[in-house]
């Protein structure tokens, strides 16, 4: 994985991150300029989602920093995966499982009490078995595993292919 093959990608991702982290931010503004009368666990959780996407982007930006300038043109670079990198995964599963139950929440809130469950559990049933979710959790536990920039990429390339 080279830059232009792997790292360009990964590097344009990064700035289209920070681009939604700037809109995130307004959004949170705009949210406490305009709803101060919300419920204080809804200000809670708005804030500790931006939170959480604040120490996600700069973990992305750690590990960008690590792999295009710290480490540029130095092949070893790949050999361990830098500490940021599953954090930051770490940081946006904990931002959408966060996200879903407070939506799931909302429906419950929302429903009549005689279907409350009957609605609710399905969608949190779904939640918790979501393919995106699931793909989530086992990239961290792999990266973690490999400890290896090259190692996890050639395993995931192989996954792939079989």
Same mark, same amino acid.
């Given at each position: ?21 700037? %809109?995130?931010?307004? &959004? ?6 305009? *709803? ?6 809804? /200000?809670? !959780? $708005? ?48 931002? %959408?499982?966060?996200? &879903? ?6 429906? *419950? ?6 279907? /409350?469950? !009957? $609605? ?43």
């Amino acid at each position: 994985m080279g830059i232009p093959g792997g790292f360009g990608s990964i590097l344009f991702e990064g700035l289209v991150s920070a681009m939604l982290y700037g %809109i995130t931010t307004l &959004q949170t503004y705009m949210y406490f300029m305009h *709803y101060a009368e919300d419920a204080s666990t809804t /200000k809670f !959780l $708005v804030i500790a989602i931006w939170i959480l996407d604040s120490l996600h982007i700069s973990l992305i930006c750690h590990a960008l920093y690590y792999y295009l300038i710290t480490n540029y043109d130095v092949p070893t670079g790949l050999e361990y995966i830098v500490w940021s990198f599953p954090a930051s995964l770490v940081m946006n599963l904990l931002m %959408i499982v966060a996200a &879903q139950f407070f939506f799931a929440y909302k429906i *419950y809130y929302l429903c009549r009490p005689q279907v /409350k469950w !009957l $609605v609710t559990a399905p969608i949190v049933s779904v939640f918790a078995c979501d393919d995106n979710l699931t793909s989530s959790h086992m990239t961290v536990i792999d990266i973690i595993r490999t400890h290896s920039l090259r190692l996890w990429h050639s395993d995931s390339r192989s996954d792939v292919h079989q």
